[in-house]
């Protein structure tokens, strides 16, 4: 599962969560039961405006045990830095910032180093390999490290493409200008191929009108 697929996961279930929870508050804390003559059970949470979100009951029923302090401090503790995980994770790229490119200083000079944005290398091999025939978008990504680079490119096909004429392109097109460029003695390429999505097209014919 993607990043994207497992951060729209847990944002969706923390939505749902967090709109329950906010519903429960707002049905007890406007009376609504009572307006609505609706008789919720027992053990239902916050009925009326003069309830507590948790009786004094609920707060103080294992208190008096030992594992309770130690539990009620690491269990927030652990969503807490879990949530901070999770954001930090969102915020770090994935891959290196840039490209240092070799510059090997020559007897006597001094030593200089070249650096090349990781997003100026992904531009280049997106408007190449998009060109290519039967590609219709693409996705790179640069990772690995600065010195030591690698690329994934995601395809999506066009209908009937030739999946074998589209490789030996793109190995000897986007990634072997890209290596060249860059001057590095080798630079590993990851290709994932995706097919188009069939695109139903559905004709509504009217039949004329007879006055």
């Given at each position: 599962?993607?990043?994207?697929?497992?951060?729209?996961t847990?944002?969706?279930?923390?939505?749902?969560g967090?709109?329950?929870?906010?519903?429960?508050?707002?049905?007890?804390?406007l009376?609504?039961?009572?307006?609505?003559?609706?008789?919720?059970?027992?053990?239902w949470?916050?009925?009326?405006?003069?309830?507590?979100?948790?009786?004094?009951a609920?707060?103080?029923?294992w208190?008096?045990?030992d594992?309770?302090?130690?539990v009620?401090?690491?269990v927030?503790?652990?969503?807490?830095?879990?949530?901070l995980?999770?954001?930090?994770?969102?915020?770090?790229?994935?891959g290196?910032?840039?490209?240092?490119l070799?510059?090997?200083a020559a007897?006597?000079?001094?030593?200089?180093?070249?650096?090349?944005?990781?997003?100026?290398?992904?531009?280049?091999?997106?408007?190449?390999?998009v060109?290519?025939?039967?590609?219709?978008?693409?996705?790179?990504?640069?990772?690995?490290?600065?010195?030591?680079?690698?690329?994934?490119?995601?395809?999506r096909?066009?209908?009937?493409?030739?999946t074998g004429a589209?490789?030996?392109?793109?190995?000897?097109?986007?990634?072997?200008?890209?290596?060249?460029?860059?001057?590095?003695?080798?630079?590993?390429?990851q290709?994932?191929?995706?097919?188009?999505?069939?695109?139903?097209?559905?004709?509504?014919?009217?039949?004329?009108?007879?006055?």
């Amino acid at each position: 599962m993607s990043r994207r697929a497992v951060n729209r996961t847990l944002l969706g279930l923390v939505g749902l969560g967090l709109l329950a929870g906010g519903a429960l508050v707002l049905l007890g804390g406007l009376d609504a039961y009572r307006h609505l003559g609706v008789t919720p059970p027992d053990w239902w949470p916050l009925t009326s405006p003069d309830q507590p979100v948790l009786s004094e009951a609920s707060r103080t029923r294992w208190t008096d045990r030992d594992w309770w302090w130690p539990v009620a401090i690491a269990v927030p503790a652990l969503v807490v830095a879990g949530c901070l995980w999770w954001l930090f994770s969102q915020l770090h790229r994935g891959g290196p910032a840039g490209v240092d490119l070799p510059s090997p200083a020559a007897p006597g000079e001094p030593h200089f180093a070249l650096h090349v944005r990781s997003r100026a290398v992904e531009e280049a091999i997106e408007a190449e390999t998009v060109a290519l025939p039967d590609v219709e978008r693409v996705t790179v990504k640069v990772t690995g490290a600065a010195r030591r680079p690698e690329v994934r490119t995601a395809v999506r096909l066009a209908p009937g493409a030739d999946t074998g004429a589209l490789v030996a392109a793109y190995r000897t097109g986007p990634v072997e200008h890209a290596r060249r460029s860059l001057g590095l003695a080798v630079l590993p390429a990851q290709l994932r191929l995706r097919g188009a999505k069939a695109r139903r097209e559905r004709a509504r014919k009217k039949a004329p009108r007879v006055q």
